[in-house]
């Protein structure tokens, strides 16, 4: 059958265990180009820049066993629940169709769409189950029903983990060299940088990438992908176009508004939920972080440039996915031993590891570190190997950079 065409893969999590090994010494590197200045991120006494007094094998051995096991029944419970939740809202909202209830839904059930995104997230980790069929069949239903592409996405997403933290080879959310940044166009800024348009770029990533990148995540013959994994992003792509057949086709049985009411604006929601949690894992932290270049650049050195956020009441509701630190250096952990491994973890991290801003119920104070983020922080030098994010003041002062 189609749909399990391509099915067979190696798995995410081994190529990341690859970069693992290949980062184990790193740690006791010196840096050859002296201290971070205060102003770029590095307090008195601590430079967040220099390579760590330890090896990712040391964090790796203060994280119990009983973390890295990957329970299929449990995995697969989440998403009983999570589904059940989605049909629930929507039998809701068809029931009563009123415009009281309406926004309750848009949001709630944005919000699970985002909940089945990072469920289908850890199918393209293999953090799932053990299973590779099992990940690629449930990772197909969750993120094709959501218009994402999984092989695509997961392909890419491999990348990002492999690469995090390094100005080029990273792939989302990445900082633009200077002279690419000079090169954008006001509308490309203008939708870049300008609150809330990034929070609706997810969309056009999967179909364009970022600038300064070429490809698509929906093409076959994409330079993202290798020539043996075409035949998985085709069964992507077809599910995909699946999922948007039948919206089209309920579209002409039940009216397009009742299905953009339904789905599309609940779509939105979830965008907007992605783009602002993956930025905010790799941004706007209080003190600028680095990115690295060249020989600076390490697997460990990258994975510690990102952050840990709170969610409040929705840290349970999207799977803990604000445990970034420990998930982005081994991302083979199943998503709900993260916060346990994270809690020994940090002993080993110490100053590495930025304690999260304890949120309420509602994580209102990470607005203020987004649209900051957002608004300062536009692109890096072209050269060096340690390098922090610079501000634009003159950004939108024409219609042309100068």
């Known amino acids: 059958m189609a749909v399990f065409s391509g099915l067979r893969h190696f798995s995410i999590s081994n190529s990341d265990e690859a970069a693992e090994a290949n980062a184990d010494g790193e740690g006791l590197k010196t840096l050859q180009k002296g201290a971070v200045p205060a102003e770029n991120g590095g307090d008195e006494g601590f430079d967040p820049a220099a390579p760590p007094p330890f090896r990712i094998s040391d964090i790796r051995a203060a994280i119990p066993a009983h973390c890295w096991v990957k329970d299929p029944w449990w995995s697969c419970s989440y998403v009983v629940k999570d589904v059940v939740i989605v049909l629930g809202l929507l039998a809701a909202a068809a029931y009563l169709d009123n415009w009281a209830f309406w926004p309750v839904y848009w949001f709630a059930q944005g919000t699970m769409f985002w909940a089945l995104f990072v469920l289908g997230h850890d199918c393209g980790h293999g953090s799932f189950s053990d299973s590779t069929t099992l990940n690629n069949v449930m990772g197909h239903f969750l993120h094709s029903s959501i218009l994402v592409p999984f092989h695509g996405w997961r392909i890419s997403h491999r990348t990002h983990h492999q690469n995090h933290g390094h100005v080029e080879n990273d792939e989302s959310w990445v900082p633009l060299p200077e002279k690419i940044y000079k090169k954008l166009g006001y509308s490309t800024k203008f939708l870049r940088y300008k609150v809330p348009f990034p929070l609706f770029a997810y969309p056009i990533y999967l179909w364009y990438r970022s600038p300064g990148k070429s490809g698509s995540h929906f093409d076959p013959n994409s330079t993202l ?89 929705f840290n349970k509701i999207h799977h803990d996915i604000g445990t970034h630190v420990i998930h982005h ?18 002993s080993v991290l110490g100053e590495y590891y930025r304690e999260p801003k304890k949120s309420g119920p509602i994580p209102i104070h990470l607005v203020q570190s987004l649209v900051e983020s957002i608004q300062h922080d536009h692109y890096v030098s072209d050269t060096g190997d340690v390098v922090f994010y610079q501000t634009d003041d003159k950004q939108f002062s024409s219609k042309k950079m100068e």
Do not use: N
């Not at 602002?276 to 650049?297: D, I, N, S």
């Not at 250096?329 to 940090?346: D, G, N, S, W």
């Open 225 to 313: 992908f290798k020539p043996s994994e075409r035949k998985m992003v085709i069964t992507s792509t077809t599910c995909w176009f699946a999922m948007l057949g039948f919206l089209l086709c309920a579209s002409f049985f039940v009216g397009p508004l009742l299905v953009f009411k339904l789905y599309g604006i609940p779509y939105l929601i979830f965008v907007a939920w992605l783009d602002a949690v993956t930025y905010l894992h790799h941004h706007g932290h209080e003190k600028k972080l680095p990115w690295y270049r060249g020989e600076e650049w390490s697997y460990l050195r990258g994975g510690l440039t990102t952050v840990d956020r709170d969610y409040g009441l």
């Open 329 to 346: 250096l081994f991302p083979q952990i199943p998503h709900y031993h993260l916060v346990e491994a994270t809690r020994v973890a940090k």
